[in-house]
């Protein structure tokens, strides 16, 4: 069973930078695609942005494109999110999630097998 426990999410002024990162653990790291989505107060889940298992191919919201980073470290079972100039309308729960490679060109979208329990990001104004 593949657990995963975001961590890096907080209070953060809009125009500032966060980290999020997502740890992986129970199955083999690399054979996974794995996502960041988030849920923003009465609205529907998200997807944000997905790196393929090799982490030469990532994928990307365009409400994100050009301000977040995703990356993974294979070798710590880790993947991150990078959060550059953060607006307030980027407030939410963020989740990680992980998808079993296989799906081709389908790799990035929903469903994913396994979620995490997601991190708060607030951005004030």
């Known amino acids: 069973q593949v657990q995963l426990v975001e961590s890096g999410g907080g209070l953060v002024q809009a125009g500032g930078s966060a980290r999020l990162s997502c740890a992986f653990s129970?199955?083999?790291?690399?054979?996974?695609?794995m996502g960041w989505f988030r849920q923003a107060p009465g609205k529907e889940r998200e997807f944000v942005a997905a790196?393929?298992?090799?982490?030469?191919?990532?994928y990307y919201a365009d409400s994100v494109k050009g301000r977040f980073t995703i990356s993974r470290d294979n070798a710590k079972n880790t993947v991150y999110l990078q959060m550059n100039s953060l607006k307030p309308e980027d407030t939410a729960v963020y989740y990680c999630?992980?998808?079993?490679?296989?799906?081709?060109?389908?790799?990035?979208?929903?469903?994913?097998?396994?979620w995490g329990q997601g991190t708060q990001v607030t951005v004030s104004s």
């Open positions: 999630a992980a998808k079993r490679r296989g799906y081709g060109s389908t790799w990035y979208i929903p469903p994913f097998d396994y």
């Open positions: 790196i393929r298992w090799s982490g030469l191919i990532t």
């Open positions: 129970g199955r083999t790291f690399g054979d996974y695609a």
